[in-house]
């Protein structure tokens, strides 16, 4: 079946230090990948995604790119900040219908 | 624009209580989702119907039940709630089913005693 594996967090950062964001997926054919991010007390919004091999998501300053040789998403940020502090989430999508399926999270602190 | 709007924000039950989750979109979406959400787990899909008039289960349905009333509406009931029930609960949805953006409500936390 498909999965996400996603780098444990938390992760602590200062204030723009660059930012990666592991994350792998094992899935048939050819999924779309997408990071979602979690604001304190709110609901996931789609941060970006890519569709297919060597795309390249970029969005707010984050970008991932789809390898799939290595069957991985990376997110990445060159300069981060306080409020970029959220929690990220990979995931991907295959098959007929938009049934996600989500990695467990990474926790992002970023401080002064 | 409202999105999707889920109600209640809190709930809490008594193991055995049953409710129903509302949760309705205004974007005239296809297909709606309901996710739970567990610390280190991450989202798990429960139910969901990829248009109107149809509903399929997720990776966890077991003690779940759902409704879509209309294209808007899309509830989730518990019959008898469960302590393992007690988790965070997003509805979402998507203009249609395949590779599409997922809109998400702002969530229901729930605690089963």
């Known amino acids: 079946g498909n999965s996400v594996t996603q780098m444990e967090g938390p992760v602590t950062l200062s204030e723009e230090a660059f930012l990666t964001i592991n994350c792998t997926y094992t899935a048939t054919g050819y999924p779309s990948l997408f990071w979602y991010v979690q604001y304190p007390g709110e609901g996931l919004q789609l941060l970006l995604k890519a569709t297919k091999a060597d795309d390249k998501g970029s969005n707010k300053g984050f970008e991932a790119t789809y390898r799939k040789e290595t069957t991985s998403f990376h997110l990445e940020k060159g300069s981060v900040q306080v409020s970029d502090s959220a929690v990220y989430f990979c995931?991907?999508?295959?098959?007929?219908?938009?049934?996600?399926?989500f990695g467990t999270g990474t926790r992002l602190q970023v401080t002064l | 624009n409202a999105g999707v709007t889920q109600t209640p924000k809190f709930q809490v039950l008594k193991t055995g209580q049953s409710m129903t989750l509302q949760c309705a979109q205004d974007m005239n979406h296809n297909s709606m989702y309901w996710y739970r959400q567990d610390p280190g787990m991450g989202l798990r899909l429960i139910y969901y119907?990829?248009?109107?008039?149809?509903?399929d289960k997720g990776e966890v349905p077991n003690g779940y039940n759902v409704s879509r009333l209309n294209k808007r509406e899309f509830s989730l009931r518990l019959e008898s709630a469960a302590p393992s029930q007690t988790s965070v609960y997003f509805c979402?949805?998507?203009?249609?089913?395949?590779?599409?953006?997922?809109?998400f409500g702002s969530g229901t936390q729930l605690s089963v005693l």
């Open positions: 979402a949805s998507s203009r249609r089913t395949v590779n599409e953006k997922l809109f």
């Open positions: 995931a991907l999508s295959s098959g007929t219908a938009s049934k996600l399926t």
């Open positions: 119907s990829a248009s109107e008039g149809t509903t």
